[in-house]
């Protein structure tokens, strides 16, 4: 039972460098989030796809696309990598029967930009 | 601007008493509310939520408030304990947007 895998668990880039953060999830859950973690500022929401075929900005989507590849994995691109985009980044997952169901989270990706 | 607030970035209490965390909220919308704590180097759990229409949830050592005139909830942790020790995240939905907000996170130290 992986639940939310995130790949790879850490990362160091160059600035101006290119990078996709994978996610997959293997609880045929409908949405998929994208958030990252910074000291002193929680977790901010980049981007989410509430179901299969659909992505919204979140509020920090500035320097990100994604893509809702299948129901199953959601990916975040950085194009060219800056250095104020070096955080943790969280993936998580919702069911979504109903509105009122919690996210389920993966490890985090740890990512450094030189 | 924040929508969900944490005031307090760090909290500690003795083993065995309660500890009390706190999240504020400006959106009247919100109908769903959710805490998570959080270890190093790993992703937030899932801890307790609460609906708009109540305003007490239980399980276990955990308790959830939810005073919606004052847009104010609270965490009580009865007795703490060193596991307990951990980042807590408050979170918050409005219906029918699958679009959770979170606070700044308070960090909970238990001394043994």
């Known amino acids: 039972n992986a639940g939310v895998t995130q790949t790879p668990k850490f990362q160091v880039l160059k600035t101006g460098q290119s990078m996709t953060l994978q996610c997959a999830q293997d609880?045929?859950?409908?949405?998929m989030y994208w958030y990252r973690q910074d000291p002193g500022m929680g977790l901010r929401l980049i981007y989410y796809?509430?179901?299969?075929?659909?992505?919204d900005k979140g509020e920090v989507p500035n320097g990100y696309n994604v893509s809702r590849l299948n129901k199953r994995e959601f990916s975040l691109r950085l194009e060219s990598a800056a250095p104020s985009q070096t955080s943790v980044y969280f993936c998580?997952?919702?069911?979504?029967?109903?509105?009122?169901?919690?996210?389920?989270f993966g490890d985090g990706t740890r990512l450094s930009i030189l | 601007d924040q929508q969900v607030k944490q005031n307090s970035p760090s909290l500690s209490v003795q083993e065995g008493r309660i500890s009390i965390l706190n999240c504020d909220y400006t959106?009247?919308?919100?109908?769903?509310f959710l805490w998570y704590k959080k270890y190093p180097a790993e992703g937030p759990t899932f801890l307790i939520s609460?609906?708009?229409?109540?305003d007490k949830n239980e399980d276990g050592r955990f308790t959830v408030f939810l005073n919606k005139s004052a847009k104010h909830l609270s965490l009580h942790i009865v007795p703490s304990q060193p596991g307990d020790s951990a980042v807590y995240f408050c979170a918050a939905s409005e219906p029918g947007t699958y679009k959770y907000i979170f606070g700044t996170g308070t960090r909970l130290k238990v001394l043994a």
């Open positions: 959106n009247s919308m919100f109908d769903y």
């Open positions: 609880m045929n859950h409908n949405s």
């Open positions: 998580a997952s919702l069911q979504r029967l109903n509105s009122n169901q919690p996210q389920h």
């Open positions: 796809s509430a179901s299969e075929g659909t992505t």
């Open positions: 609460i609906s708009s229409i109540k």
